[in-house]
């Protein structure tokens, strides 16, 4: 069976080259964390794994599909439905109420607003708030809940507990957990946390272009 995410080759650089030649694969139920000091290129080899960023050479299959070959609108259908991201920096919609943030991410994907995922995640109190007046760490937790209310089939989480308590950040980390579990997806996790990165099925470093198992 397909792989829910494969990558061949992967290469790319900015300023100075960050990888080279980089191949793994996330099959459904597994999770994979990618570690690494700053500027090693976590998130940039995040971003083209889940579809923002045209790599210099190599490809990125999800679901089977090498997504930058596909026309740009089929690319957009894979981002919306198939994938979530949670991002290092937060995207909330500023002028509206975490409520209705998270009812636009439920309309678009055309599911329904998950109160649970909001009781879990200690939201509830919250709702009627805007993002720009809650904390770094509850802007983190609406991002979330954001994005499993829309059932990805792959999460990309880039530092998904750096804002967050240790207690707060252990909550998130299972809810993670017991999503893909429950919903036959697959976790993509970027972090400097080393105890989160070893709970995920494969961890590496991105270390001297590489992707080195830990
Ligand atoms: N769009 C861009 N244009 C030019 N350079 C970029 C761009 N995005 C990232 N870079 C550079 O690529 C390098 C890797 O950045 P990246 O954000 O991938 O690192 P990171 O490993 O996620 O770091 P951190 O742990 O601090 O989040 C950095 O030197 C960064 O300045
Ligand atoms: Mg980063």
């Avoid at 252990?170 to 400097?192: C, G, P, Q, R």
Wanted: charged fraction near 20%; hydrophobic fraction near 40%; glycine fraction near 6%.
């Amino acid at each position: 069976m397909e792989a829910l995410l494969r990558v061949n080759n992967l290469s790319h650089s900015f300023d100075y080259p960050l990888f080279h030649d980089l191949n793994f694969t996330l099959e459904k139920q597994q999770s994979i964390s990618i570690t690494g000091v700053s500027g090693s290129g976590k998130s940039t080899l995040l971003h083209i794994c889940s579809t923002l960023l045209k790599p210099k050479s190599g490809e990125v299959f999800i679901n089977g599909k090498n997504i930058y070959k596909l026309p740009n609108s089929e690319l957009i259908k894979i981002r919306r439905n198939s994938i979530g991201i949670i991002f290092q920096s937060h995207f909330l919609f500023k002028g509206f109420s975490v409520k209705e943030n998270m009812e636009i991410a439920a309309i678009l994907a055309k599911t329904n607003f998950d109160k649970n995922l909001i009781e879990r995640l200690g939201i509830a109190h919250i709702l009627k708030q805007k993002p720009g007046d809650i904390s770094g760490g509850q802007q983190q937790r609406v991002s979330l809940a954001r994005v499993l209310s829309k059932k990805p089939k792959i999460i990309f989480a880039d530092e998904p507990t750096g804002n967050l308590d240790a207690a707060t950040a252990k909550e998130v980390t299972s809810l993670l957990f017991d999503y893909i579990e429950a919903n036959n997806a697959a976790l993509f996790l970027v972090t400097h946390d080393l105890n989160l990165a070893k709970c995920c099925d494969t961890t590496y470093k991105l270390e001297n272009l590489e992707l080195k198992p830990l």
